[in-house]
């Protein structure tokens, strides 16, 4: 049996090259790099060959599978970037929009349904960096055009040319704008905490669309034979409403196992969040940036993925009880440099884990893993480390790779 599969893979080869341009991150945090990827079935498991060698994983102890292809490159000429509420966002161009559902076209797959209650906004694609935020907690729908001039109402109706607004005292006025007068757009309503996330895909393609897929997986691993899977060189999915879909591979950059052994704490809202620091001013937390809004360095190494905070600072997680490790890494932002210092502790339903004191800017970041079995709390606490005259300045605390762990 072995050697009919080694057979088929290798037949499969010839017809259509593979290339060992991938790195696979297990659920333990392991690295492989430099494998080739022949076939991925959500209960078949992962199938790759790395140097010469052919191994099966399992779907359950896949963390990341990351090519050498660089995301993000042409995202400008993609038209337009459609935010979902979850985090996830499309590179495309808006093709339909009626009833509960947007229709929108990427390049990779074609026409995708999203439900409308999942879209924050859009932006202008080669505006998006500089138009701000999309997303409003307003009631009403707003309009950004590209003269600053901003419209507030319902809208109605969207297509590739234009879309239609209802605004007026009482919604009564509609009024049509075609698309190339607009830089954002944004939904009304609040887009909800992120909760622990359910068992899903993330995939990230290289033109910049990051979207998750849906796996639902239940204790039958069977009944998901159809909603992801990878054949040599083509990826094979269902969208968010539940249409068959297929993706080369050649387009897909990384594809992230989310909600599945590993849960990262960048992917949740904490319960609770409190941050102030000298006179009271107050710094937002920061997803994969320091509390600056930049990239995180921490001894002169980069990272991709923590949270920037500032001192004093606690962040509060709600878990599920299912998780048995916590391993991360934390150390000061190197921009901190010279005054910055901190004191930082994780804790646990009340009870303290584990603290570092003292810690400057300059130094690595410290590496560690905790016993969280059953806990239900899980509080990062940073404070300044006084005393000697020292103010709580440039207080600037990374949390980084923050990982739960489940058995």
């Given amino acids: ?66 090519s050498e292809r660089p995301a993000g490159s042409d995202s400008a000429a993609a038209g337009w970037k459609l935010m979902l509420r979850n985090g996830d966002c499309l590179y495309g161009k808006p093709s339909r929009f009626s009833g509960q559902s947007m229709e929108f076209e990427m390049p990779e797959v074609g026409k995708i349904l999203v439900p409308l209650k999942s879209v924050a906004g859009m932006t202008d694609a080669s505006a998006a960096a500089t138009v701000g935020a999309v997303g409003s907690a307003e009631e009403k ?158 001894g002169r190494k980069t990272y991709l993925r923590g949270i920037g905070v500032h001192t004093t600072s606690s962040l509060l997680y709600t878990l599920d009880g299912s998780f048995e490790t916590l391993k991360f890494q934390v150390g000061m932002d190197d921009s901190a440099a010279p005054q910055g210092s901190a004191n930082v502790a994780v804790v646990l339903d009340g009870k303290v884990l584990w603290e570092a004191r003292g810690m400057k800017a300059g130094e690595a970041a410290v590496e560690v893993s905790v016993p969280v079995k059953g806990g239900k709390q899980l509080e990062l606490r940073a404070t300044p480390a006084l005393g000697n005259g020292k103010l709580d300045v440039l207080g600037r605390v990374n949390w980084l790779n923050v990982a739960l762990l489940r058995p």
């Avoid at 998901?224 to 969208?239: C, P, Q, R, V």
């Fill in 1 to 66: 049996m072995l050697m009919n599969r080694i057979v088929f893979v290798l037949a499969l080869s010839l017809a259509c090259p593979l290339h060992a341009d991938w790195t696979l991150l297990k659920s333990d945090l392991t690295e492989q790099k430099s494998v080739t990827v022949n076939t991925w079935d959500l209960s078949a498991g992962l199938s790759i060959t790395e140097a010469g060698k052919l191994e099966k994983v399992e779907t359950r102890n896949v963390l990341s599978l990351m």
């Fill in 141 to 298: 729908d707003q309009i950004q055009l590209k003269n600053n001039d901003v419209l507030a109402g319902f809208i109605i109706s969207i297509d590739a040319e234009k879309l239609q607004i209802a605004t007026g005292p009482n919604d009564e006025t509609t009024t049509d704008i075609d698309l190339s007068r607009i830089a954002r757009l944004s939904f009304g309503g609040v887009t909800p905490a992120r909760g622990m996330p359910t068992l899903s895909a993330r995939i990230h393609f290289i033109s910049g669309s990051v979207l998750t897929i849906p796996l639902n997986l239940n204790k039958d691993i069977n009944t998901t034979k159809n909603i992801f899977s990878w054949t040599i060189s083509d990826l094979a999915f269902k969208d968010p409403a539940g249409k068959d879909r297929k993706a080369s591979a050649d387009t897909v950059a990384a594809i992230d196992i989310v909600g599945g052994r590993v849960v990262y704490l960048t992917d949740l809202d904490p319960a609770k969040e409190e941050q102030t620091t000298l006179m009271g001013t107050r710094w937002n937390t920061q997803i994969n940036r320091n509390v600056m809004g930049e990239p995180l360095v921490v």
